[in-house]
């Protein structure tokens, strides 16, 4: 029995060196540290807090907590 090797040739140019990647909705630090991922769920939980704390003064509490479930919850539940 007789294997045929075929060859590969990859010509890669410019392979950009990151400290951190976005990987299924986990950033992946180089060290793998978890300061990347804190910072993005920081900012995220932030600025969707600002949002819903405006519609507060539109918006009844029920809404107001399906607005948290949807947009502020799912950054801390993916933590666990």
Same mark, same amino acid.
């Given at each position: 029995?007789? %294997? %045929? #090797? #075929?060859? =590969? +040739?990859?010509? =890669? $140019?410019?392979?950009?060196?990151? %400290?951190?990647?976005?990987?299924?909705?986990?950033?992946?630090?180089? $060290?793998? *540290?978890?300061?990347? *991922? =804190? *910072?993005?769920? /920081? /900012? #995220?939980?932030? #600025?969707?807090? @600002? =949002?819903?704390?405006?519609? @507060?003064?539109?918006?009844?509490?029920?809404?107001?907590? *399906?607005?948290?479930?949807?947009?502020?919850?799912?950054?801390?539940?993916?933590? +666990?």
């Amino acid at each position: 029995m007789t %294997s %045929s #090797k #075929k060859k =590969i +040739h990859l010509n =890669i $140019h410019n392979i950009e060196c990151k %400290s951190y990647i976005k990987y299924l909705a986990l950033y992946l630090e180089e $060290h793998l *540290q978890w300061e990347p *991922q =804190i *910072q993005h769920v /920081n /900012n #995220k939980s932030v #600025k969707n807090a @600002g =949002i819903i704390n405006q519609l @507060g003064h539109y918006l009844d509490f029920h809404m107001l907590k *399906q607005l948290y479930y949807t947009v502020i919850y799912p950054y801390f539940n993916c933590l +666990h």
